[in-house]
């Protein structure tokens, strides 16, 4: 059974900085993985998806990365800002789930002014 | 990106009654599902709504508990039945197309008194 896990639970970095939340999974049999953010009281934004067969996608300030045979995927922001304060989820979609999104738990990112 | 209403966004609801709860889609969609979201926690799959047929329920989800509608490709309806204060949670609504990005509504919070 898939098992999706993000560390940290939690991250508080100062406005400009780069961060990195990581994302790691137990299957690498994935059709592809999607990273959402999650406002307070909000639905889920889809930020990005990755094909299991690309290595990375970029947004904006956005950059996500999936190594398959390390079970791993990254969510790089750069130039942090308040605004970009949220919950962070990975989830994936494994070959074997009947095409549906496995999470994790997420990580809830503050931006300090 | 389809854009999804949920109704309604919020509710407070007495021990032992019902609320259904509505997701419209702007554009024909492949799938559709329901999650929930209970405080603090990440979100679990209820069920795979399909069209014109029954909902695939996901473990420790029951027909009964969670009756679920899917007329078109375009709507679905999620009843909670005969709601307890262990039912309170956000309830979402997701669609995708194939191999495209997941999409959620806004969420219903729901409570129960």
């Known amino acids: 059974k898939q098992e999706v896990t993000q560390i940290p639970a939690a991250l508080s970095v100062p406005e400009g900085e780069n961060l990195v939340l990581n994302c790691s999974f137990t299957?690498?049999?994935?059709?592809?993985l999607q990273w959402f953010r999650q406002d307070p009281g909000k639905g889920l934004t889809s930020l990005l998806l990755?094909?299991?067969?690309?290595r990375e996608q970029t947004s904006g300030r956005l950059n996500a990365s999936l190594d398959k045979s390390s079970g791993r995927s990254t969510l790089y922001i750069a130039a942090s800002q308040p605004g970009d304060s949220a919950t962070y989820l990975c989830?994936?979609?494994?070959?074997?789930?009947?095409?549906?999104?496995?999470f994790g738990s997420g990580t809830q990112l503050t931006v300090l002014p | 990106s389809a854009v999804i209403s949920q109704k309604p966004s919020r509710d407070i609801c007495q021990r032992g009654t019902s609320l259904t709860i509505q997701c419209q889609v702007d554009?024909?969609?492949?799938?559709m599902f329901w999650y929930r979201q209970q405080p603090g926690q990440s979100l679990t799959l209820i069920a795979t709504?399909?069209?014109?047929?029954?909902?695939?329920?996901e473990s420790g989800f029951v027909i009964d508990k969670f009756p679920i509608s899917r007329p078109n490709l375009t709507f679905s309806t999620l009843t909670v039945s005969n709601m307890s204060p262990e039912d309170s949670s956000i309830y979402l609504c997701?669609?995708?197309?194939?191999?495209?990005?997941?999409?959620f509504g806004d969420g219903t919070r729901l409570s129960i008194l």
């Open positions: 997701s669609v995708r197309n194939s191999n495209q990005p997941q999409h």
């Open positions: 990755i094909q299991s067969s690309q």
């Open positions: 989830a994936l979609v494994s070959s074997g789930s009947a095409r549906q999104l496995t």
């Open positions: 299957d690498s049999a994935i059709y592809n």
């Open positions: 554009s024909q969609v492949t799938m």
């Open positions: 709504a399909n069209q014109g047929s029954e909902a695939t329920y």
